[in-house]
């Protein structure tokens, strides 16, 4: 440690030496030296020193009744979830102001005690075990190499090369059911490239009901979900999708525009379109439709599609359009997909195909 | 027989004696009561996010005891009537049944979340500190790369966290994190699937995330806590320059009791801010929000503040996605993978290496154990503010769609404005912190060089109006003193070297009275206030 030089300089038997003094002679002994040490109150008991305590006194009292008033609540105060503006709603509120005022006036009294009733003082402590001793230095240095001299690593090839071997296999097999345990084959079935949705499977609402194709007004949209159990759950989340009926010139507008993408070609049913709802760009709902503009906002990133021009991305991070979802009515009259979506739905993956 | 004395005033020096008998404690335990504490504000920064942390795990431990991380659906029967009914997820209802049905539960969830805010708060500004004054440099670099860890832990524990409830909001997020995965180049797929265990969302994610949340994150973060704080110890603190102070002690107050019972108060004082934030301020009130639901999400969706760069990041992006053909088949990498994945990966390993580069480039090898002021190093204080309005433009662009919204302006020219932005404003901050630093200094070598401007205004007999200024040290003929700068506060008001009296204390009405001489009993003892006899002009 840092000491030495100091250690007998004093007598600690010497009765003239007063507890002070021993506490300067322990500090200088852990490297600290106490240059100055002066009490708050050179006269004892000032009119100032008793405010002071009093304040403190008074501080440490308002902790302890508004920790009893924490006590209080939390036991007698109703807290239970009732409609409207009720008393159960100051549940929660009561206990932070008890509690805040509780800590925040302990914090005040010690704080208050540290700065205005402890002494005074100013400690310096060097930093001479911070230097590095060259010496150590050295006989640590050597007793280092020696463990590798007496374990003859550089000797023996032989059984360095043998220890490899033998350590890297465990290493793995440890490894091995912590990492394989978890691994599944995003291709196997292939559920990045497939939803739900398939042919003659109807489109659905989120209560599970049809839709005929009147249900929706003009200008309208509607988010369905495919008409199989547990379509409208998350297990399907890839599924979702936007039914929107255009006005009669956006349709034809985007219709002749589906023309120039053959997957699209002969997806829509009349004047209604069904577009993925999961953002291509990072999966979230894309679900703001701006009626006026025809345009389909991702409230997430502020991708754009362009709802007339096969949901084009027309500003925002987004670099695909949205895939749309071929549709007919089935005999009852009811909307169902003609098949799956014909691109693969939602965010980008590297072996997604450059199509 | 004679009954024992018990005599209680000898009780602790008997234990005392005792304890030290079998563990011979009493050197090192005066090393510690002895370990001295040097004293300013921008010190306690790092004490902030220490007592959030202790707060965070005596309330996630309370929340532990009900949440149930199960993605199997149930309906929804608990006392919050707006929601009866409703299909949720076992998660999403323990949370529910947390802010409803247990008795302060809310309250501990909110400070719980009101805690990781403020926790990972605490570590960017006490980042801060330690950049803009040097602190980082030898010996010292390993604590900083450990504070870097720690920084990047907390993020991910509060995004962990951030998912558990199964809210709208949360679903959101780990369907955006899902893409980001996705989007690795050639094991994105592969790492998206494993991590859900299928297709997202799955059953298993919650699972997974309350395990790391719970054990493994704070496990490494604690540890590398304890790390941090006994590097701390065996290096001891920096401080500021000043008189007495060198780069081979350290001066300040010792741990006890003056420091501890500071630093005690402290700690009460956080905890308190924060239970006072948690009664009063809701936060995350998922019963608002609903439960997740792939279909749904809402406007003005945001996640915690500390992840609101990436999502500024994601939002400013262009479109570019790169596709290629490479053995009959075609390959694709999103526009996702630059500002989430890339730019996070680079927002690490700079900051990590900072101590290292910054040394090779000032050729620094020297041990430092004085701080230097922000100033007087302009080029690293040009690179902080640099790197923080970067930061800056990406976390308001985070939020840029309530910005529009609230403001009126157009969505798309938010996002261009941060898309130029991004570009211009982190070099014009270079410039302009710089120019502020060398003001600052130039300003110093002034105050030191020609005294303190007095306010007092001196007509000459010819005229001419001269501010009176006080020196600081023996002028020569020209009223110049030749002082050398210490790296510390100069001076520039006449009060800082006394030239006012100082005050009588009490709040109403006087509780001391001066002496004589104009002094206050209680004080210690000062040098007397410097007559104004050696005026200078304050120009040569």
């Known amino acids: ?355 | 027989m004679k009954r024992r004395k018990f005599d209680l005033a000898e009780l602790p020096e008997a234990t005392a004696v005792q304890v030290d008998d079998r563990l011979q404690i009493a050197s090192p335990l005066r090393r510690m009561f002895n370990k001295v504490f040097p004293d300013h504000w921008s010190f306690l920064l790092g004490e902030i996010a220490l007592y959030s942390f202790i707060v965070l795990l005596l309330s996630g431990t309370f929340l532990a005891l009900f949440y149930d991380p199960s993605m199997q659906e149930t309906k929804y029967d608990g006392s919050f009537t707006p929601l009866r009914g409703i299909e949720v997820s076992q998660a999403y209802r323990s949370s529910l049944d947390l802010s409803f049905d247990v008795r302060g539960g809310l309250f501990l969830r909110q400070m719980h979340h009101w805690a990781a805010l403020l926790f990972v708060a605490a570590i960017v500004v006490h980042m801060f500190r330690t950049f803009f004054t040097g602190a980082f440099r030898k010996p010292r670099e390993l604590n900083w790369i450990i504070g870097v860890l720690l920084f990047w832990l907390a993020f991910l524990e509060g995004f962990a966290g951030y998912s558990l409830p199964d809210d709208a909001l949360s679903g959101t997020g780990l369907r955006i994190a899902s893409a980001i995965v996705l989007s690795i180049p050639i094991v994105g797929s592969w790492v998206a699937t494993s991590l859900f265990g299928g297709e997202f969302p799955g059953h298993v994610i919650l699972d997974r995330f309350y395990i790391l949340h719970v054990f493994l994150i704070p496990g490494i973060i604690l540890a590398l806590i304890v790390v941090h704080l006994a590097l701390l110890v065996k290096q001891k603190h920096t401080q500021w320059p000043g008189p007495g102070r060198t780069n081979s002690n350290v001066v300040g107050i010792r741990m006890f009791p003056a420091f501890s019972v500071k630093a005690g108060g402290f700690f009460m004082l956080v905890f308190g801010v924060i239970a006072l934030l948690a009664g009063l301020f809701q936060i995350n009130p998922i019963w608002l929000f609903g439960p997740y639901k792939a279909a749904v999400v809402s406007a003005a969706s945001q996640p915690d503040w500390y992840v609101m760069f990436l999502d500024g990041s994601t939002r400013l992006m262009p479109a570019w996605e790169l596709r290629f053909h490479l053995f009959g088949h075609g390959y694709t990498l999103p526009p996702v993978f630059w500002p989430t994945v890339v730019l996070p990966g680079i927002l690490t390993m700079l900051p990590l290496f900072y101590p290292f580069i910054e040394a090779r480039f000032t050729k620094d090898k020297a041990v430092h154990h004085l701080l230097q002021r922000p100033r007087d190093v302009p080029f690293r204080t040009a690179l902080g503010c640099m790197a923080i309005t970067f930061y800056l433009v990406l976390f308001i662009s985070g939020g840029n769609d309530v910005i529009a919204d609230k403001l009126k302006i157009s969505l798309n020219a938010m996002t261009w404005a941060g898309r130029i932005g991004l570009l211009v404003l982190p070099p014009l901050a270079y410039y302009v912190a710089q120019r502020i630093a060398l003001g600052l200094q130039q300003h110093d070598r002034e105050v030191l060089a020609h005294g303190v401007e007095t306010g007092i205004i001196r007509r000459d007999p010819d005229g001419r109006f001269y501010e009176v200024h006080q020196p600081l040290g023996p002028v020569d003929d020209h009223g110049h003193s030749e002082l050398e700068y210490a790296g510390w506060v100069v001076p520039k008001k006449m009060n800082r070297i006394g030239a006012l009296l100082p005050t009588l204390r009490g709040f109403f009405y006087p509780v001391e009275s001066r002496t004589p001489d104009g002094h206050v009993p209680s004080d210690a003892p000062i040098s007397p206030a410097p007559q104004h006899q050696e005026i200078g002009s304050g120009r040569s």
């Open chain 1, 1 to 355: 440690m840092s000491v030495g030089h100091h250690n007998g300089d004093v007598d600690l038997d010497d009765p003239r030496l007063t507890r002070f003094d021993l506490v300067r002679e322990g500090a200088r002994r852990d490297g600290v030296e106490i240059v100055h040490y002066a009490p708050r109150f050179p006269v004892p008991g000032s009119r100032r020193e008793k405010r002071i305590v009093r304040s403190i006194s008074l501080m440490f009292v308002i902790a302890g009744l508004a920790g009893l008033g924490f006590v209080v609540s939390y036991i007698a105060w109703p807290f239970h979830y009732k409609p409207g503006f009720n008393i159960n709603k100051w549940f929660t509120p009561m206990l932070g102001i008890t509690l805040g005022l509780t800590l925040v006036f302990l914090a005040l009294a010690m704080i208050t005690w540290g700065k205005k009733l402890l002494p005074e003082e100013i400690a310096v402590q060097d930093r001479h075990d911070q230097i590095p001793d060259h010496a150590e230095r050295r006989l640590t240095g050597a007793t280092m190499l020696n463990m590798a001299d007496e374990l003859g690593i550089a000797r023996r090839p032989l059984l360095r090369r043998a220890a490899l071997f033998g350590l890297l296999p465990v290493g793995a097999a440890a490894a091995a059911p912590l990492i394989g345990g978890l691994i599944k084959d995003p291709h196997n079935p292939d559920i990045l490239e497939h939803t739900a949705w398939g042919k003659g499977i109807r489109l659905v609402r989120d209560d599970l009901t049809p839709i005929r194709p009147e249900d929706v007004s003009v200008g309208g949209q509607m988010t369905v979900f495919p008409g199989i159990p547990g379509g409208n759950t998350n297990d399907h989340a890839d599924s979702p999708t936007l039914l929107i009926r255009l006005r009669d010139e956006d349709a034809s507008k985007l219709r002749s525009a589906a023309t120039k993408i053959p997957e699209n070609a002969d997806s829509m049913y009349g004047n209604l379109v069904a577009y993925s709802k999961i953002c291509t760009h990072a999966g979230c709902p894309a679900s703001l439709f701006e009626q006026q503009t025809n345009i389909l906002l991702c409230p997430c990133h502020q991708s754009q599609f362009d709802i007339t021009n096969n949901a084009r991305p027309i500003f925002g991070p987004a670099t695909r359009r949205l895939p749309m979802l071929p549709i007919t009515v089935d005999d009852e009259g009811f909307l169902v997909a003609k098949s799956d979506y014909q691109q693969p739905v939602g965010p980008g993956f590297w072996e997604r195909s450059s199509s």
